[in-house]
């Protein structure tokens, strides 16, 4: 399975970006996606995750209102709406599948990663 990661940038403060996780070479059907980030100086966390059905979906607190992750499963691709961005949100964000959903939160469990997308926001 290849991960393509794309659509990142640059947005003002309180503007919007959406991601894209696209999958290739195989389906996911049996895998959460997850998204990740890693901020300047910064570890690589855990933003949200989404099985592949869409049916359940997990949020750290700093994104609850504010991200949606979906998944089109006929375009095998994931995506992360993130609204109101802040300076916080700043960070080479990452998108990876893991089985099963009790892993979502744990980056060591992730099987595939795609290469990153890098979201700027500007105060």
């Known amino acids: 399975v290849q991960l393509q990661a794309s659509g990142g940038g640059l947005a003002q403060a309180g503007g919007s970006l959406r991601l894209s996780c696209a999958a290739s070479?195989?389906?996911?059907?049996?895998?959460?996606v997850g998204w990740f980030r890693q901020g300047p100086g910064k570890e690589r966390e855990f933003v949200a995750g989404i099985d592949w059905s869409g049916s359940v979906t997990l949020y750290t607190d700093s994104v609850k209102g504010r991200f949606t992750i979906s998944v089109d499963n006929a375009k095998n691709t994931v995506f992360l709406l993130m609204n109101s961005l802040n300076a916080e949100d700043t960070a080479v964000y990452y998108c990876?599948?893991?089985?099963?959903?009790?892993?979502?939160?744990?980056?060591?469990?992730?099987?595939?990663w795609g290469q990153g997308t890098l979201v700027t926001v500007s105060s």
């Open positions: 070479g195989s389906t996911l059907s049996s895998y959460t």
């Open positions: 990876g599948a893991v089985t099963p959903w009790r892993y979502v939160r744990i980056r060591k469990k992730y099987k595939y």
